[in-house]
Structures are given as structure tokens and as C-alpha cells.
């Protein structure tokens, strides 16, 4: 049943039953609990658009200092400590909420973005509409700190959502704000030592503090949501590993909480209308303490029902377990599956940090447009979809570094697309040496790059009708292909023909040793080369 907390925990905490939350959702076929939510089907657009692209966007990228700024900030001696207070000042005078007054994101144009998102091959958009900063990116009238009255006074899920159904992309959002509750604890705590030791931060203001300041008439309690005691060796621990989830001493959210999210993000479904919405959870928000994500879960589904007469949304939440992989699409961050699952899943990483880092454009430090097609075609041939963010600038444009990459893709996408879009995994995903030493996924995923580099040798398989597929991840010496597993009398039929996308038809012979495909003398394009083979399947 719970994911990382027991029953005997929750029934101290909360008695027999979870914490019920107050709003009403949408009515229908979908429940609010595990074993209604089992009836989910991924639907087919999903499973064929295999690749979409995000913006995992907001004020956090204002410093341009990387990943959880908003938490880094306030861990004394931390590198986004150290660069807060040389930038802005100590985070007892300036915090996070007077980072997202500075915030504008004045050159933000999301139909240029989409549209180039779009060329590069992405079947579906996703825009971040919270993060653990608590910050919403839409015009909320659940929570006063959002981006129409504060930071840049722009409804920025609006736009978005406006430029993907301009570019005919199935529109989705992220939601990670369950977590303010206990990541934003460090803004309770002060220096241990210099100067300023023992002067709190100011993640305790409350809205008689703001008179005479520029967020007067806003209670930073609203942002922060501090009011209440800190986790266990949160003082001393800073790490959000043992209280990412609601157990090992972690503060437990509050009714009131709990309610606002559900309401936050209720709300978020009906105004905007996304297809798609991810969770930065395991399982749901706030499981196990909390019916909230059950509730979210149910009327995302049935709205999707009530809207197109059949369900076509996509929800994705990480480390599930075998029951909860049934009632949503399991997302791991950062890695890959290292088999065919059985049912869709989905692969969310980034080409540099989450949020963006300055330093990754000095230091040429983003992933190349290689490194990026090659995970796509892992991903694809283990029946699963790759989510990529391409990390915006706090003005709400992308590097000249980024826009390479991206346009790398599409450039790769253009030839070789047909072997992504609409095809199913094959009787084995692939063949060669990274396939052997593939690195095991660690909690949420991790296991991006661990594993050996690819090479010529290794080959990813999908199918498309009766088409065969075989994607070579490096050119191969000699100007000739060998597919081990087309080998006579092995995994496949009598092949009839071999062409190379890009090229044309290829001679080949069918031998004991595998199908031996004679190549031309220059490779067509860069990264990958797709072998489509009819007669095997």
C-alpha cells in the first residue's frame, strides 16, 4: 500500500484513515483511490509521440546559480549561500521572496520557444506551474505569491499553454509544490557563526513584518510555510533525503496545507486544461499522509473523459510500485529502465541543470545533441518517452549553447524520426556492449551516464507494423553493419530488404553470424543511423 511509510505510522499520526481534504472533484468513472485508479489505460497519442520537450522555469533560474536555489541559499557555507550573499545580501535581509521581485523574465517569448521545440521534434510541451519554492506560474487565487501579481506580472502557464495549442502540441504541467512543507525548513535557521550568527533568516516573517516594505499586504508565511516545528535533525541535516517523503521525522503538513494544494492544483486542471501533468512525488502529492493526490488523480481523469469522450490524459509520479504503475505512468528522473517494461513509461531529464546554472553555458558543460538522441533511443526501444528541459534563463530565453543543442536534434529528427514516432519495442530492446553493463536504477532513477559509453555496436531495435527498425548508435568501421540478433534461424524472419534512412537501399546478406548490411562510404548525418529492414518481423 504506502510507498516508504507504514501503516502502523500513518495509523499514530492520523488514526485508521488518511487526512481527508475538503474540495469536491469532478465525478466519474475514476475514484479516489488506488484501486480505481488501476482501470488507467495510457492512451495511444502518448505512447506514439515518444519524445516532448519542458520548461522547467521560474524564479529560481533569476540567479542563474543552478538547482534549488531557494533551499541552497539558506545552507550556510553552500556554494548558492556563499553566491547569495556577495549578490544579494545575507538571507536574514534578503530571501527568497525578494529574489522573485528582481524577477522580470523580460525577454520571454513562448511562441518563438514552442516553435523551435516543435521543429526539433517534440510531440507534446510541458511547463513548470510550481516548484518546491511554492511560487505558482498562473494566476492562482489560492495563492497570493504567484507570477500575475508578483516577480514578472505575467501569467506565464497562460502563455504557454496559449503557444502550444498555437503550435498543435498537447500542452501538460509540472507540479512539485507539496514540498515547501519541509524543503523550505532551512529558512527557519540562522548562522552558526560570523557576524551575523544567531540572526534568524527570514523564513519566519509574517505579513505585520512587511509594513513600509515592497511586499506589504503579502505574508511571507504564505510563501515559506514555516509556521510550524522543523523536522527531525533538520538543524543539522542538509539533506532533504530523509524527509522527501512523509516519514524519518518529517514534520507532518497540516490539514490547512494540504487543502491549499489540492485546491492550487484543482484549480490548475480547470482554468488551463493541460493533457499532461507530472508530479515531482513518489506515488502522489502528499501520499501517504493525505487523500490529496488521489483526489487530483481521479478528477484529472475524468475531466480528461468529460472533455474528449475518452480518457487522454497522461499523469506521471515516481518510484511506484508495481500496483501504483497500473493507475499512472512511471517517471524516473535521470536514468532509464534497462528492459522492455510492460507497461509506457517515461524518462524526464535535462541537457544541464534543472534550473539554470551559468556556469554549464561557460563551461560548454550541456549535454550534446548526441548524448541526447542516443538516451531517446534507448528510451524508445524499452517501450518508454523521453521528457527533455532545456533550462531558460532568468529573462525567459535560452543560451546560444542551448539553442545548438536543440536544433542538433531536430536535425537528427528530420532523417531519422520514423523509427521514433509510433513504433513499439520489439521482442529485445538491443544489442552490444553498454548492453551488458547497464547501471541499475538507484530510488528515483540516477542512473544517466553511468553505464558504458555507446558505440557502433550498439543497436536499438523498435518496429512499426511489420518494419523492423535497427538504430546503430555510432557509424561502424569498415563501412559495414552487423545485426547479431538478425542472424539466421535466430530472433527474426527472412529479411527482403535493408535501407538506410537518409541513404536508400543497402545490399546485405542474412548469415549464421547475424545480418551483414554493406554501407556506403559516407555516413549519412551524425549520432545515429536507423537500418529499416523489412521481412524480419
Known sequence: M??????????????????????????????????????YQVPDWFRDAKFGMWAHWGPQCQPERGDWYARGMYQEGSDQYKYHVQKYGHPSKFGFKDVINEWK??????????????????????????HHDNFDLYDSKYQSWNSTKLGPKKDLIGGWAK???????????????????TWYEVAQ??????????VPYDGKLTKADGAGKWWNGYDPQELYAQNHPLSKDSLDNNS??????????????????????????????????????????????????????????????NTSIKKHGKLQAALFAKVLNEQQRKCMIWDIERGQSNQIE?????????IGGWHYDRRIFDNKGYKSAKTVVHTLVDIVSKNGNLLLNVPLRGDGSIDSEERTVVEGIGAWMQVNSEAIYGTRPWKVFGEGPATDSAAPISAQGFNEGKGKPFGAEDIRFTVKGKTLYATMLGWPTGNEAVVKKLAKGNEAGNVSSVSLLGNGNLSFEQTEAGLKVKLPEQAPGKDAFVLKIEGAV
Open 2 to 39: 504506502a510507498t516508504g511509510l507504514s501503516s502502523l505510522y500513518l495509523s499514530k499520526v492520523f488514526g485508521s484513515s488518511l487526512l481527508q481534504t475538503n474540495t469536491e472533484t469532478i465525478s466519474g468513472p475514476f475514484k479516489p483511490n488506488w484501486d480505481s485508479l488501476a482501470q
Open 189 to 198: 535557521r540562522a548562522d552558526k557563526t560570523g557576524p551575523l550568527a544567531g
Open 342 to 350: 510492460p507497461l509506457p513509461w517515461q524518462t524526464d531529464t535535462c
Open 163 to 181: 503557444a502550444a495549442k498555437e503550435h498543435g502540441l498537447p500542452f501538460g504541467v509540472t507540479v512539485h509544490a507539496s514540498h515547501p512543507w
Open 105 to 130: 523574465a523580460e525577454n520571454w517569448n513562448p511562441d518563438e520557444l514552442v516553435g523551435l521545440y516543435k521543429k526539433a521534434g517534440a510531440k507534446y510541451f510541458m511547463a513548470l506551474a510550481n
Open 240 to 301: 532533504m533525503g530523509s524527509h522527501w517523503d512523509w516519514g524519518n521525522g518529517a514534520s507532518v503538513p497540516s490539514k490547512a496545507y494540504c487543502d491549499k494544494f489540492l485546491n492550487r492544483t484543482i484549480e490548475l486542471i480547470d482554468k488551463y486544461g493541460p493533457e499532461l501533468i507530472y508530479f515531482d512525488d513518489t506515488a502522489l502529492p502528499l501520499w501517504p499522509v493525505s487523500d490529496a493526490g488521489l483526489k487530483i488523480a481521479a478528477h484529472m481523469y
